[in-house]
Protein backbone atom coordinates (compact mmCIF):
# COMPACT_ATOMS: atom_id res chain seq x y z
CA UNK A 1 0.00 0.00 0.00
CA UNK A 2 1.54 3.52 -0.97
CA UNK A 3 0.93 6.21 1.15
CA UNK A 4 2.05 10.01 0.02
CA UNK A 5 1.64 12.62 2.63
CA UNK A 6 2.30 16.61 2.18
CA UNK A 7 2.59 18.55 4.67
CA UNK A 8 3.62 22.39 5.51
CA UNK A 9 0.59 24.70 4.00
CA UNK A 10 -1.56 27.24 5.86
CA UNK A 11 -1.90 31.26 6.07
CA UNK A 12 0.43 33.45 5.06
CA UNK A 13 0.34 37.04 4.40
CA UNK A 14 1.37 38.10 0.70
CA UNK A 15 5.19 38.30 0.26
CA UNK A 16 5.74 35.21 2.34
CA UNK A 17 6.97 31.96 2.19
CA UNK A 18 6.14 28.27 3.11
CA UNK A 19 7.94 25.66 2.62
CA UNK A 20 5.93 21.93 1.41
CA UNK A 21 7.18 18.49 1.90
CA UNK A 22 6.01 15.57 0.77
CA UNK A 23 7.06 12.10 2.34
CA UNK A 24 6.34 8.90 0.44
CA UNK A 25 6.54 5.28 0.56
CA UNK A 26 5.25 2.12 -0.40
CA UNK A 27 5.97 2.87 -3.90
CA UNK A 28 8.30 -0.31 -5.17
CA UNK A 29 9.46 0.86 -8.33
CA UNK A 30 13.00 1.69 -8.92
CA UNK A 31 12.31 5.31 -10.51
CA UNK A 32 9.63 7.98 -10.18
CA UNK A 33 8.57 11.26 -11.16
CA UNK A 34 7.54 12.93 -8.34
CA UNK A 35 5.27 16.27 -9.23
CA UNK A 36 3.75 19.48 -7.42
CA UNK A 37 0.16 20.36 -8.51
CA UNK A 38 -2.31 23.01 -7.28
CA UNK A 39 -5.92 23.34 -7.53
CA UNK A 40 -8.29 25.93 -6.85
CA UNK A 41 -12.04 25.26 -6.55
CA UNK A 42 -13.84 25.65 -9.31
CA UNK A 43 -10.22 25.15 -11.57
CA UNK A 44 -8.25 22.48 -13.58
CA UNK A 45 -5.09 21.34 -11.69
CA UNK A 46 -1.83 22.96 -12.65
CA UNK A 47 1.50 21.29 -12.83
CA UNK A 48 3.76 23.21 -11.07
CA UNK A 49 7.15 21.37 -11.10
CA UNK A 50 8.64 17.69 -10.94
CA UNK A 51 11.99 15.60 -9.85
CA UNK A 52 13.77 12.58 -10.67
CA UNK A 53 14.63 9.98 -8.11
CA UNK A 54 16.87 8.84 -10.50
CA UNK A 55 19.41 11.82 -11.01
CA UNK A 56 17.78 14.70 -8.70
CA UNK A 57 17.19 16.98 -12.19
CA UNK A 58 14.13 19.51 -11.19
CA UNK A 59 11.68 21.43 -13.34
CA UNK A 60 9.65 24.04 -12.89
CA UNK A 61 7.17 25.76 -14.76
CA UNK A 62 7.40 29.63 -16.13
CA UNK A 63 4.28 30.40 -14.43
CA UNK A 64 6.33 30.02 -11.19
CA UNK A 65 9.86 30.00 -12.05
CA UNK A 66 11.90 32.22 -9.70
CA UNK A 67 9.54 32.12 -6.92
CA UNK A 68 9.51 28.37 -6.27
CA UNK A 69 11.98 25.51 -6.35
CA UNK A 70 11.74 21.70 -5.66
CA UNK A 71 14.30 19.44 -4.10
CA UNK A 72 14.76 15.75 -3.08
CA UNK A 73 16.23 13.81 0.25
CA UNK A 74 16.56 10.68 -0.92
CA UNK A 75 17.79 9.74 2.57
CA UNK A 76 14.30 11.16 4.31
CA UNK A 77 11.73 10.25 1.29
CA UNK A 78 10.91 13.69 1.01
CA UNK A 79 10.64 16.05 -1.81
CA UNK A 80 10.11 19.71 -1.04
CA UNK A 81 8.58 22.50 -2.43
CA UNK A 82 10.09 25.91 -1.49
CA UNK A 83 7.15 29.01 -2.16
CA UNK A 84 8.79 32.39 -1.81
CA UNK A 85 7.08 35.84 -2.78
CA UNK A 86 3.76 34.29 -2.57
CA UNK A 87 1.19 36.25 -4.51
CA UNK A 88 -2.94 35.59 -3.17
CA UNK A 89 -3.37 33.77 -6.54
CA UNK A 90 -1.33 31.34 -5.16
CA UNK A 91 -4.43 30.59 -2.63
CA UNK A 92 -5.16 27.06 -3.63
CA UNK A 93 -4.86 22.76 -2.57
CA UNK A 94 -1.20 21.59 -2.81
CA UNK A 95 -0.91 18.13 -4.28
CA UNK A 96 2.25 15.74 -4.38
CA UNK A 97 2.31 12.86 -7.12
CA UNK A 98 4.63 9.98 -8.22
CA UNK A 99 4.66 8.11 -11.57
CA UNK A 100 6.98 5.43 -12.50
CA UNK A 101 9.45 7.24 -14.68
CA UNK A 102 12.98 6.51 -15.65
CA UNK A 103 14.21 9.38 -18.46
CA UNK A 104 14.94 9.49 -21.51
CA UNK A 105 18.83 9.98 -22.06
CA UNK A 106 19.34 13.73 -22.05
CA UNK A 107 15.62 14.74 -20.84
CA UNK A 108 14.01 15.49 -17.41
CA UNK A 109 10.84 14.38 -15.64
CA UNK A 110 8.99 17.25 -18.09
CA UNK A 111 8.34 14.67 -20.32
CA UNK A 112 6.04 12.70 -17.45
CA UNK A 113 2.84 11.84 -17.88
CA UNK A 114 -0.43 10.43 -16.25
CA UNK A 115 0.63 10.87 -12.52
CA UNK A 116 -0.74 7.49 -10.76
CA UNK A 117 -0.35 8.19 -7.64
CA UNK A 118 -1.23 11.38 -5.37
CA UNK A 119 -1.53 12.89 -1.96
CA UNK A 120 -4.77 14.41 -0.35
CA UNK A 121 -3.40 17.80 -0.04
CA UNK A 122 -2.41 20.31 1.98
CA UNK A 123 -4.04 24.16 1.81
CA UNK A 124 -2.20 27.30 1.08
CA UNK A 125 -3.87 30.51 1.52
CA UNK A 126 -2.48 33.22 1.17
CA UNK A 127 -4.42 37.31 1.98
CA UNK A 128 -3.89 39.92 3.74
Known amino acids: ?17 LRLSCTFSGLLWEYYS ?11 RERLSCVNT ?12 GRFTT ?13 NSLKSED ?3 YYCAAIVFRPPAGL ?8 TWWGQGTQVTVSS
Not at 1 to 17: D, F, N, T
Not at 54 to 65: P, S
Request: one cysteine or more.
Open 1 to 17: QYEIVESGGGAVQPGGS
Open 34 to 44: IGWFRQAPGKR
Open 54 to 65: KDNRAHIVDDVK
Open 71 to 83: SRDAAKNTVYLQM
Open 91 to 93: TAV
Open 108 to 115: GCEVAYEY
